[in-house]
């Protein structure tokens, strides 16, 4: 079962723009990580933010996490064509297991 | 070393006949996961090791499924008697337990087409 939410499904925006992507989940967590996949593809890790965190920069990219409404956004700034892909948030309850949600698909648009 | 590597990348066989996967993890890490992927969603975890031991098994890894990571190398999985149903992209990933803050390195995957 997925326990990650993503929303929305699908996110075009033109280049340059910002695109905020939202996750929600059902139980406490120990960390929830950001990945990013490129068509036909395995997965990147992007970012991953610890439960006692509530905001982490990397590059381009801003998370946050609130544990108190079981929900974290990605921001990507100044995106890129390169940013086309789809984007997963994974919750990890200390079981050794990451839970991905069904993904949000993000197009850049030229 | 330059990540997880996976093989075949992809796989057609028929109804009935077996597949075998390999993952060759990054060295140094002692965790290895095997995922599944249908079109459209995100994986779904199948089982996991730590070194050699198979720590946790999915309820979605029926007993046609069998995974073995012998000396807490690479890791094979293999599924017997396809179905369809089983057609997906197999993703295998590894991890250290130092670097548990770094997130997973997954693989490229094998694409598995059960005709």
């Known amino acids: 079962s997925q326990q990650g939410e993503e929303d929305p499904q699908a996110l075009s925006i033109q280049e340059g723009e910002n695109a905020t992507m939202n996750c929600s989940y059902k139980?406490?967590?120990?960390?929830l990580q950001w990945y990013r996949q490129n068509s036909g593809r395995g997965l990147v890790h992007l970012i991953l933010i610890r439960s006692n965190e509530r905001e982490k920069h990397s590059g381009r990219l801003r998370v946050t996490l609130d544990t108190s409404k079981k929900s974290s956004s990605l921001l990507i700034t100044a995106s890129r064509a390169a940013d086309t892909a789809s984007y997963f948030c994974?919750?990890?309850?200390?079981?050794?297991?990451?839970?991905f949600g069904q993904g949000t698909r993000l197009t850049i648009n030229p | 070393d330059t990540g997880v590597s996976q093989d075949p990348r992809h796989k057609i066989t028929k109804r009935g006949q077996n597949v075998t996967f390999r993952c060759d993890p990054i060295s140094e890490h002692n965790r290895l996961y095997w995922y599944r992927q249908t079109l459209g969603q995100g994986p779904e975890f199948l089982t996991y090791f730590q070194n050699e031991a198979q720590l946790e098994k999915s309820r979605l890894l029926s007993d046609r499924f069998s995974a073995e990571r012998p000396k807490g190398s690479f890791s094979t999985l293999e599924i017997q008697r396809t179905e369809q149903g089983d057609s997906a992209m197999y993703l295998c990933a590894s991890s250290s337990y130092r670097e548990e803050h770094y997130g997973y390195t997954f693989g490229s995957g094998t694409r598995l087409t059960v005709v």
């Open positions: 994974a919750t990890d309850r200390g079981a050794q297991k990451l839970v």
């Open positions: 139980t406490s967590i120990n960390n």
